[in-house]
């Protein structure tokens, strides 16, 4: 029997086919109700689309895209006064106004599809390029111009799949890498972590729990994080703004919707010190791993009492006593975070322009406006 291929485009999840959570089982972050966040509380810049993929009718790949509009966002990160930063501000606007992401520009991760059994990966994505294709014919009919197209993040392994025509004109790039902490199976508690650290490390630890004696923390519940929204936005922001640019800024009511949505699967954890707000992070549980998600604090604490650090502590902790397998703590930050244990998989994305003369050196625009980041590698384990 011959083989059909095919693809919807569908603009809300209310729309998705009856069978998406079976093909998307794997990965909480292409389910309905992971998308339904989006749905109601993605960023202000941003649009989401929905593909499904069928095979001789059969729903058999489901696949998020985003758009983000860069002259949407306010701030491109403090430092106004350096002429790089300008010029990539001007550059980013004029250029690359709008970006589509094949992924979740929100995460670090494949989080961008998922295809069953019955069909081939490198199939699958030569009908999803396709299907991206159709959309910017969409979008441009509708006024809309996508500038870049760019679909991320993937490991070396999962890269090999690209290798297929319809990938030829986009240019492979590397970016920060996902730093990710692995459980060791004999670990019960955060104590037997700390056995495993090096004196030096195990003398770190030491050090941030006791500057952080004072600090109490708690799971927060729906209600808590309604009344605490405000203050939850503020302490986001003030982390968000000393990036060196932002392409979006989470909605306010995110988090409440996050809580709502998804349950039990998204954790909220607030710092506090004399019953004040003066932190919080947040996890979500993806099958046997947990990601690490959004966090704030407020400078004079975090200095003081050295939260972020205490954080990570404690979601390794958490991650430890759930037995989860891993903990995805994301790009950013490599170092603190490979202090603690984490170990970096290099991620690769690739990326095409819709004018083919820049296009033709996408590769090294890419390079100076994206430099590699200096880092030290550190190993706390004995």
């Keep these: 029997m011959e083989t059909n291929y095919s693809f919807l485009i569908?603009?809300?999840?209310?729309?998705?086919?009856?069978?998406?959570n079976e093909v998307a089982v794997n990965n909480i972050f292409l389910s309905k109700k992971y998308l339904q966040v989006l749905d109601e509380s993605s960023p202000k810049n941003m649009t989401c689309h929905y593909i499904g993929l069928f095979k001789n009718e059969d729903l058999?790949?489901?696949?998020?895209?985003?758009?983000?509009?860069?002259t949407d966002v306010s701030s491109f990160g403090v430092n106004k006064s350096c002429i790089k930063s300008k010029l990539r501000d001007f550059t980013f606007r004029t250029f690359a106004a709008n970006v589509l992401f094949v992924g979740n520009n929100m995460l670090t991760g494949q989080n961008a599809y998922c295809f069953n059994r019955n069909i081939d990966t490198s199939e699958g994505l030569s009908i999803l390029e396709k299907a991206i294709s159709q959309l910017k014919i969409d979008l441009k009919k509708s006024g809309i111009k996508i500038h870049i197209t760019s679909f991320k993040d993937f490991t070396a392994t999962e890269s090999d799949n690209f290798k297929i025509d319809g990938f030829k004109k986009y240019f492979q790039f590397s970016t920060q890498p996902n730093m990710?902490?692995?459980n060791h199976d004999s670990w019960e508690n955060e104590n037997d972590y700390t056995t495993a650290l090096s004196k030096k490390y195990r003398d770190h630890y030491k050090r941030a729990r006791k500057k952080s004696e004072m600090v109490s923390k708690r799971q927060m519940s729906l209600e808590e994080i309604r009344e605490?929204?405000?203050?939850?936005?503020?302490?986001?922001?003030?982390?968000?703004?000393?990036?060196?640019?932002n392409t979006f800024y989470l909605a306010e009511n995110h988090f409440a919707n996050l809580k709502e949505i998804l349950h039990d699967k998204f954790l909220f954890y607030g710092y506090f010190l004399d019953e004040k707000l003066i932190g919080f992070n947040t996890m979500i549980i993806n099958g046997n791993a947990l990601d690490t998600y959004f966090l704030g604090y407020d400078d004079e604490h975090q200095k003081e009492k050295m939260l972020y650090l205490n954080m990570l502590y404690d979601m390794i902790g958490y991650s430890i006593t759930k037995?989860?397998?891993?903990?995805?703590f994301s790009r950013t930050a490599l170092e603190i975070k490979s202090s603690v244990g984490a170990k970096p998989i290099q991620m690769v994305g690739f990326i095409s322009?819709?004018?083919?003369?820049?296009?033709?050196?996408?590769?090294?625009?890419?390079?100076?406006?994206?430099?590699?980041?200096?880092?030290?590698?550190?190993?706390?384990?004995?």
């Design 180 to 182: 990710v902490f692995t």
């Design 228 to 245: 605490n929204q405000s203050k939850i936005n503020e302490l986001y922001f003030n982390v968000t703004k000393n990036a060196p640019f």
């Design 10 to 20: 569908y603009k809300n999840t209310s729309e998705l086919p009856e069978k998406w």
């Design 60 to 70: 058999v790949g489901v696949a998020l895209t985003q758009i983000l509009n860069l």
């Design 323 to 328: 037995k989860y397998s891993k903990l995805i």
């Design 353 to 382: 322009h819709s004018n083919p003369f820049i296009n033709k050196y996408i590769g090294k625009l890419f390079q100076y406006f994206d430099p590699e980041v200096t880092w030290i590698e550190r190993n706390p384990f004995k």
